[in-house]
């Protein structure tokens, strides 16, 4: 009789000890943001986009706008995508061409696969603007393909790696290339011409000043040639 009362006691005893340990416990925080190097690791084929992410830190700023509740959208070449640019080419962009690059993928909105059907052409992009052979990107579908054009390349979605309400990610098959790096912006067209109405009023000044001054003149050349005349005839 006592062995039982201990044991219920005891067993009431380590219960209570559970409710107020888990009444102590913190109550969990709010999910951090998508974790998208993650995201691509586990999808795979994505290693030269993530050392990209990384070395330019343009993932710092993927993460801030999803922290921040903005939506977006994220197009993501494949490894061989880029192993099919022309030699050396992403070797030759600087720094600063490369964190464009990365930005050229990023779409500051997000869209699901039916969403492209009514995209507004040229759709803007987290690297700038679409004027001037800026960076302009033109989505297109046919059915169920995505067609993806930059003015130096045509891309097409090949896969949805991740979709959520915030966040969508899609394999591409090409690297997208903006216009800028191989097209120079258009020049600025040159200033107008001052306006003629200066000369002309000092034109108008000059031709006032020359015929005054012919008016002023004309008495006193009379006078001389009278004098003249008057000096020839008495002599």
Known sequence: MKHNLVSTFLFLFLQCIGILAQAAAPAPGPPGPTNVTKILEKAGQCSTFIRLLQTTQEISQITSLLNDSNSITIFVPTDNAFLNMKAGALNSFNDQQKS????????????????????????????????????????????????????????????????????????????????????????????????????????????????????????????????????????
Not at 136 to 163: E, K, L
Not at 225 to 233: D, H, K, M, N, R
């Open 100 to 235: 464009e690059l990365i930005k050229f993928h990023v779409l500051p909105q997000y869209f699901s696969l039916s969403q492209f059907q009514t995209a507004s052409n040229p759709v803007q992009t987290q690297a700038g603007g679409t004027s001037n052979r800026e960076f302009p990107i033109n989505i297109t579908t046919n059915g169920s393909s995505v067609n993806i054009t930059t003015g130096i390349v045509n891309a097409s979605i090949s896969n949805t790696i991740y979709i959520d309400s915030q966040l969508a990610i899609y394999q591409i098959d090409k690297v997208l290339l903006p216009l800028q790096f191989f097209v120079p912006p258009a020049p600025t067209p040159a200033p107008s011409p001052p306006k003629s109405k200066n000369k002309d009023d000092s034109s108008d000044s000059d031709s006032t000043s020359t015929v005054s001054s012919s008016e002023t003149n004309s008495p006193r050349r009379l006078l001389f040639f009278l004098a003249v005349f008057c000096f020839v005839y008495v002599s």
